[in-house]
């Protein structure tokens, strides 16, 4: 494990002193110049729709399976399978393009590429999630980066700002890493904060 890796991990384990669980989620992360082109196409609608809760640009991420409530245990058993999975895989071509809602509430970008080795690369992750003795019983990947959540009873403003993203096309972009992500801040009426636990590159050993 690297310094900056062990540093998050132990940052991890020492603000949840109270309880040794931490939230997790194993995902993607578009680089800084596809976040940075969303995120000038999304002004006029920052604008638009100041109360709705926007995530952080640098947390923005592609979910491919979320685990939940874990002990912290349980991550030093995802490490190894996950590490070795991304060495066997090559990147990934995506874009991030048009836009949508799910339930009326929570706003999103979808991702389009290669949707075929994206699918192929959750079912893996989920895979080694499985073998590793952890249940997973998540909904099948439905591949988009969530942007925004309006605020209770507000059934307009994600349904609206969602056509602001019609016609967008972002640049193609690669895989770079593969992450094992940890929220353990702001389960409360607040945002919710995301910290890299370990990230993993794709080192094209495999198809």
């Given at each position: 494990?690297?310094?900056?890796?062990?540093?998050?991990?132990?940052?991890?384990?020492?603000?949840?002193?109270?309880?040794?669980?931490?939230?997790?989620?194993?995902?993607?992360?578009?680089?800084?110049?596809?976040?940075?082109?969303?995120?000038?196409?999304?002004?006029?609608?920052?604008?638009?729709?100041?109360?709705?809760?926007?995530?952080?640009?640098?947390?923005?991420?592609?979910?491919?399976?979320?685990?939940?409530?874990?002990?912290?245990?349980?991550?030093?058993?995802?490490?190894?399978?996950?590490?070795?999975?991304?060495?066997?895989?090559?990147p990934l071509r995506l874009a991030l393009r048009g836009g949508g809602h799910f339930d009326e509430r929570v706003l999103w970008t979808?991702?389009?590429?290669?949707?075929?080795?994206?699918?192929?690369?959750?079912?893996?992750?989920?895979?080694?999630?499985?073998?590793?003795?952890i249940p997973f019983h998540g909904r099948p990947l439905r591949p988009h980066l969530t942007l925004a959540r309006s605020r209770r009873h507000d059934t307009t403003s994600a349904v609206e700002a969602a056509t602001g993203?019609?016609?967008?096309?972002?640049?193609?972009?690669?895989?770079?890493?593969?992450?094992?992500?940890?929220?353990?801040?702001?389960?409360?009426?607040?945002?919710?904060?995301?910290?890299?636990?370990?990230?993993?590159?794709?080192?094209?050993?495999?198809?």
């Open positions: 494990m690297t310094e900056r890796a062990r540093t998050g991990y132990e940052d991890l384990v020492n603000e949840k002193t109270q309880a040794a669980t931490v939230r997790v989620f194993i995902a993607l992360a578009p680089p800084d110049d596809a976040k940075e082109e969303l995120e000038q196409r999304l002004q006029p609608t920052y604008a638009a729709y100041p109360r709705m809760r926007w995530n952080r640009i640098e947390d923005w991420h592609i979910t491919l399976a979320f685990l939940g409530e874990l002990p912290v245990t349980a991550l030093e058993l995802l490490r190894p399978p996950l590490a070795e999975l991304a060495r066997a895989r090559q979808g991702i389009d590429g290669d949707l075929e080795g994206l699918h192929l690369l959750a079912s893996e992750v989920r895979a080694a999630v499985t073998d590793c003795g993203l019609d016609g967008f096309t972002g640049r193609p972009w690669e895989t770079r890493r593969l992450h094992l992500v940890g929220s353990n801040t702001g389960r409360g009426p607040g945002p919710i904060h995301y910290r890299d636990i370990q990230a993993w590159s794709f080192e094209g050993g495999g198809a």
